[in-house]
């Protein structure tokens, strides 16, 4: 390959590539075949996708990260939760952006991420109807994948994000923007504003097509984990409207995210 990883966490962000892409494959036989959703007990959506591509990636985890606990969506949302004894665990979101897969738009997503201590050290977005992958270990990359599978030749081009400048470019929701946002928003010098949905809001500032990406309204762990990996490895971050970076394992919040901002790279004199 020619620009093979380098560090144990971009090796191990590869080996979760191959398991993101395996997994896009069964998405997009359902969404080829026009499937359908239907609602959980939460009110929100699920496919035969995800609960196809969830358990492909949590059999593929445990099998090249024996012990490693996961935490998925769908498991997680029948009340199926491992123990997390240990400082690692995986979070997977097998199908972010079902409303998008739904719709028909392309804008969802396979999530991966390897969690240390709090911290997303080493994640993958994958858009399968896109074909683009995009991973995080000690640097960002992005592999453009033709045939939804990965070949041993993938070309990785390394992606970074651009210093936040006197003038921005925010990403938003397509599905969640409120009053708070968009006062946040006229707080900041926006020249132009992108509405996407699912993790590929963060894989946009990753690779310097956008400043911004506020979130004040309810996600899960397991919807920010990946892109939030991929993200920092590109120099940007995630952080609370305390400005402490985003921690992950929140049992006593039961897995939820307190309202955040994501942004690219920033200097000590920004913001």
């Known amino acids: 390959m020619p620009d093979s990883p380098r560090t ?10 191959g398991i993101a892409a395996r997994a896009g494959v069964e998405i997009m036989d359902v969404y080829n075949a026009h499937g ?11 496919t035969d996708a995800d609960e196809r591509a969830e358990a492909l990636i949590v059999a593929e985890l445990h099998k090249q990260f024996p ?15 491992p123990s997390l004894g240990a400082s690692s665990f995986f979070l997977v979101d097998p199908l972010d952006g079902t409303k998008e897969f739904v719709s028909r738009n392309g ?15 080493a994640g993958v977005v994958f858009a399968p ?33 651009r210093p936040v400048g006197r003038t921005m470019t925010a ?30 809001k963060f894989c946009l500032l990753a690779s310097g097509e956008a400043d911004v990406y506020p979130r004040l309204s309810p996600t899960m762990e397991w919807d920010t984990a990946a892109g ?16 402490v970076p985003l921690r992950y394992g929140k049992l006593d919040a039961a897995f939820r995210n307190p309202s955040f901002i994501a942004w ?6 920004t913001h």
């Open 67 to 81: 012990g490693v606990p996961v935490i998925a969506e769908e498991a997680a949302s029948r009340g199926d939760q």
């Open 36 to 46: 359908s959703a239907r609602l959980k007990r939460d009110g929100s959506p699920v």
């Open 171 to 200: 990403i938003v929701s397509r599905s969640h923007v409120g009053p708070d946002t968009e006062a946040f928003l006229r707080t900041l010098p926006i020249t132009d504003r992108r509405s996407i949905g699912s993790s590929l």
């Open 129 to 161: 109807s896109l074909g683009n992958l995009y991973l995080g270990g000690e640097r960002a990359s992005v592999i453009a994948l033709i045939s939804g599978q990965m070949p041993d030749n993938a070309a990785m081009r390394t992606i970074v994000a």
């Open 107 to 121: 804008e969802f997503t396979v999530n991966i991420a390897l969690i240390e201590q709090g911290v997303p050290i």
């Open 228 to 243: 939030h990996a991929v993200l920092r490895a590109s120099g940007g971050d995630v952080v609370g409207l305390d400005q």
């Open 8 to 17: 144990e966490r971009d090796r191990i962000a590869f080996v979760l590539a």
């Open 264 to 269: 690219g790279r920033r200097d000590s004199s």
